[in-house]
């Protein structure tokens, strides 16, 4: 599970890039955002509840989390976008468990089978299985695929529940784009409303997210390749 270590200009370049996709995205979305706005409102009172449930629904499926955690950002206000991410993440990541674990277990296990980094998971958290938990959360490994695999490790409900908290900082990031997208969007199509939001700072907002986000996944890589060099050497 190496994870090369970028350089200051590869970064630089990723994150240029980023912000350039996002302020495409956010042109492209402008056409949209008034009919996901509306759906929500339909919703009323139940639309926190409709979004987590379909959260909940479709990342056991493989949906991508990141684009349900961008949606987030464009249909809620920034406070609650990252709580409602917050409830889902947890719920989903329960709900992945107890379907790997109970449920789907021989198809989970023979798809893991032919990934032999995962393959090699049970028996490398046997050692600090939190630590390692929260570590592999923080790395850009597919949610829904990493949940699965550890669902049919030896790890219990609670610590793995309870590891889940690596990945929010990821999510909530992906949330903050999301709402600075909206936003920016506005910006572009002149109907951004006054005195309500300053660009410049969710534009370094976002900026410091991305490197954030960079800066953790190095760590945790660094910090998993030691463990399961330690792991695998032999005792003195």
């Known amino acids: 599970m190496q994870l090369k270590n970028m350089s200051i200009a590869r970064k630089l370049s990723v994150i240029l890039a980023a912000a350039a996709v996002i302020l495409v995205i956010g042109h492209e979305l402008e056409l949209y ?81 032919k990934h032999k980094q995962l393959a090699a998971l049970d028996t490398t958290i046997t050692s600090q299985p939190f630590k390692l938990m929260f570590l592999l959360r923080l790395t850009p490994l597919p949610f829904a695929m990493l949940s699965y695999a550890l669902s049919v490790t030896q790890v219990r409900f609670w610590p793995y529940l309870g590891a889940t908290t690596g990945i929010l900082i990821y999510n909530a990031s992906l949330v903050y784009m999301g709402y600075t997208t909206k936003h920016l969007a506005g910006l572009v199509s002149g109907s951004a409303k006054q005195g309500g939001v300053s660009y410049p700072l969710l534009a370094s907002g976002v900026v410091i997210s991305l490197l954030v986000l960079f800066y953790v996944t190095k760590i945790a890589g660094e910090t998993i390749n030691r463990l399961s060099s330690e792991k695998s050497s032999p005792s003195c």
């Open 33 to 113: 955002l008034p009919d996901l706005e509306l759906w929500i409102e339909n919703l009323g009172a139940f639309a926190p509840l409709g979004f987590i449930a379909l959260f909940v629904v479709l990342t056991p499926v493989f949906v991508s989390v990141d684009t349900l955690c961008f949606a987030a950002g464009l249909l809620f206000s920034l406070g609650a976008g990252e709580l409602y991410i917050i409830i889902a993440t947890y719920l989903s990541s329960a709900l992945i468990f107890f379907l790997g674990r109970y449920l789907i277990k021989d198809r989970v296990v023979t798809f893991i089978a």
